[in-house]
Structure formats: structure tokens, C-alpha cells
């Protein structure tokens, strides 16, 4: 019973999130499944929902997420001859993506560590 109490919460927040994203879908395209485990999250940071409604679950889920992502590769092996006419772009946008992520990652990273240093300066001339 405890398994399907959890498995409730997260169907239920994939759902919202669906729900969701039908609604401002001709605003901007959002994936339900992302803006359900967004609003799972501030449920959870919120206390909403306790960590111990969903982390059996959850930890299963996340354990076994190769196995979920086995249906998407081989859709993708499906559409080859689709992905052979654009690989040039894909892989544009996927080296731009990552050159962008390495800096925003290394900027956040670098204001994190000097604001740090400049807290922990600051203890030590108290």
C-alpha cells in the first residue's frame, strides 16, 4: 500500500503538470512531465509533500532510469534517416549548449566561492 500511496503522488504531479501544460501551451511549450516534477519539487521544499511520501519510489525510479530511456533511443534510431539530414545542426546546437553551460556552471561556481571567501574573511576579522 505505501508503494502505491507513493506512486499517487508522483502520478499526480505528472498529471498537474500535464494538466498544466495543455493550458499555457500556446503561450510557451513546456513539457508537462517537466512541470509536474517542478511543482514536486516546491511541494516538496514547502513541505506539501513529505520526502518519505516519495522517496521509495522515487529512488527507484532513479535507479532504474537507463532502462526508461531505452524507448527514446530507439525512437531516435527509427527516425535516422530524419536525424542524417540535420546532424550538422544538431551537433552546432549541442557544442554551442555545452560551451554556454561550461560558462554560466563555472560563472555561478566563481560567484558562489568569492562570496564564500568574503563571508568566511569576515567571521575571522569579527
Known sequence: MKIIKQLFWI?????????????????????????????LFFALHFGVVKMEQVEDVGTWLTDNMAILFVPAGVGLLTQMDVLASVWWQLLIIMVVTVVVLLVVVGKVVES???KDAARNKREENK
Do not use: C, D, H, K
Open 11 to 39: 502520478f499526480l504531479f505528472s498529471l498537474l503538470g500535464e494538466i498544466l501544460s495543455a493550458i499555457i501551451r500556446n503561450i510557451v511549450a513546456i513539457p508537462g512531465s517537466v512541470i509536474g516534477m517542478v511543482l
Open 112 to 114: 558562489m566561492t568569492y
